[in-house]
Structures are given as C-alpha cells and as structure tokens.
Nanobody, 130 residues
Framework: EVQLVESGGGLVQAGGSLRLSCAVS????????IGWFRQAPGKEREGVSC????????YYADSVKGRFTISSDNAKNTVYLQMNSLKPEDTAVYYC???????????????????????WGQGTQVTVSS
C-alpha cells in the first residue's frame, strides 16, 4: 500500500528557505507522478509543483515559479521541495501526493490538479512571518 510522509515544515521569516521531504513507500519511481500541494485556512487546496516520470518533467504554479524547485532521490524513494525566498502568502499546510502508477495518462503528463491524485500524506505546516 502506498504511503507518503512529509517532513521539513516549520516557522521561517520572509525571505528564508525550507526544504520539504516526502518519503514514499509501497511505490517505486518507474512510472509515477508526485505532486506538492498546499492549503491555507479557508482556502481551496492548490497545486504547487509536480514531477512526472514521462521524461522527468517538472511543473510549477505561477505563484512559486523561480522560487521553488522539486527534485527526487530515487535511491531513497524521496521527493523534495526546495522553497526559497519565502513569502507570507506561502503559509499553508503542505501535502505531497501520488498518482496511482496504473493511471498512465496522468503519470505521463503530470498534473497540478488535486482531484487527479490518489494517495496523500498527512501534511506539514509551513509558516512564513512578515
């Protein structure tokens, strides 16, 4: 059974950096899509970034492009989200999620749509102070 565990959240000042980790089990990175999402209080969950197995392509929401970087360490079955130049509006609970490998259409093209993901971690809080 696929399980995802996020870590690395915390409290930082605006302009600071954090690196989030998502450890994945019951899953190998042969055919995958792993995404990072976030949800602030009273807001809809939104896609932040995704990495796809088709060609290793990465995707970013406009709000984080140029500041966040997604990467993977396949030997550790771990996906990272490096967050630089953090802003108060980045404050949210951050979740990693995975698409079922059988869903080849989505694993190939990637997605930032929460409804296309099948497995979710518990979330980690990121708070950016002004």
């Amino acid at each position: 059974e696929v399980q995802l565990v996020e870590s690395g959240g915390g409290l930082v000042q605006a302009g600071g950096s954090l690196r989030l980790s998502c450890a994945v089990s019951g899953f190998t990175f042969d055919d995958y899509a792993i995404g990072w999402f976030r949800q602030a209080p009273g807001k809809e969950r939104e896609g932040v970034s995704c990495i796809s197995s088709s060609d290793g392509s990465t995707y970013y929401a406009d709000s984080v492009k140029g500041r966040f970087t997604i990467s993977s360490d396949n030997a550790k079955n771990t996906v990272y989200l490096q967050m630089n130049s953090l802003k108060p509006e980045d404050t949210a609970v951050y979740y990693c999620a995975a698409v079922d490998p059988e869903n080849e259409i989505v694993t190939t093209r990637g997605s930032l749509a929460p409804y296309e993901y099948d497995y979710w971690g518990q979330g980690t809080q990121v708070t950016v102070s002004s």
